[in-house]
Nanobody
Framework: VQLQASGGGLVQAGDSLRLSCTGS???????RAWFRQAPGKEREFVAA????????YYADSVKGRFTASRDKAKDTMALQMDNLKSEDTAVYYC???????????????????WGQGTLVTVSS
């Protein structure tokens, strides 16, 4: 099982960026999620999506600015990030959990598979 994250880059505050995460095609998931980790900080939850139903969940810090979506047929997940802020600067990781339950979606330990991360840098 492999996840491949892409789409990071250097942008200015207020700009938009779209991240993608592609699975290997055999990645059964109950939930998939985006986490991020800034230098010197712990990995934090950004957004999650119920893979079958498409329900989405967001951290308060990104609610209203980020939108998670998925294409089951292509085994891909996207994170549309609008109105980016300098505090959004981090390495972004995608994750997939086969047995993840709703109450645990914000915990990195609830996920079985991780992408390699893609760096997002927002200059102010």
């Amino acid at each position: 099982v492999q996840l491949q994250a892409s789409g990071g880059g250097l942008v200015q505050a207020g700009d938009s960026l779209r991240l993608s995460c592609t699975g290997s095609g055999r990645t059964f998931s109950r939930y998939r999620a985006w986490f991020r980790q800034a230098p010197g900080k712990e990995r934090e939850f950004v957004a999650a999506i119920n893979w079958s139903a498409g329900y989405t969940y967001y951290a308060d810090s990104v609610k209203g600015r980020f939108t998670a979506s998925r294409d089951k047929a292509k085994d891909t997940m996207a994170l549309q990030m609008d109105n980016l802020k300098s505090e959004d600067t981090a390495v972004y990781y995608c994750a997939a959990g086969a047995g993840t339950i709703l109450s645990a979606i914000k915990s990195p330990s609830a996920y079985d598979y991780w992408g390699q991360g893609t760096l997002v840098t927002v200059s102010s």
